[in-house]
């Protein structure tokens, strides 16, 4: 009698679509570079980066953040199980090893290289 074999409707698939790019950009995982820079400002200022002031809108009042994931924990049993896990091990591999991200990286990922080139003529002595 018409319509789909499965009985679902025509287009169903688009509703799937916006629905995975959602909530995969809502819980998408903050960027290296991001952490990179939150861990040297932190430097710089000499304050640590892991305290936050009490707020009851993060998970466990914004008191137990792990700063390598950007991720906050309800209590410290959570944070001490977090970083046991695999996911933050190779988190802060990736952080040790990956330098920071520059203008010049940028440049020569671009192929915009500035090449001390030799002289087509070279003078003769």
Known sequence: MGGAPNGRKKGHT???KKYKKK????????????????IEKAVITSTPA??????DDLPGGGQF???????HFIDAKALADHKKSRYYKRR????????????????MAAGMTKEVLPPAHPKKE
Request: hydrophobic share 25%; net charge negative.
């Open 65 to 71: 953040y792990c700063v390598e994931t950007g991720q």
């Open 92 to 107: 802060v591999k990736v952080l040790r090893e990956e330098e920071k991200y520059t203008q010049e990286s940028a440049d």
């Open 50 to 55: 892991d305290k936050f002031e009490y707020d």
């Open 14 to 16: 688009a509703k799937i």
């Open 23 to 38: 909530t995969w950009l809502k819980h998408r995982a903050r960027d290296v570079d991001q952490i990179q820079d939150d």
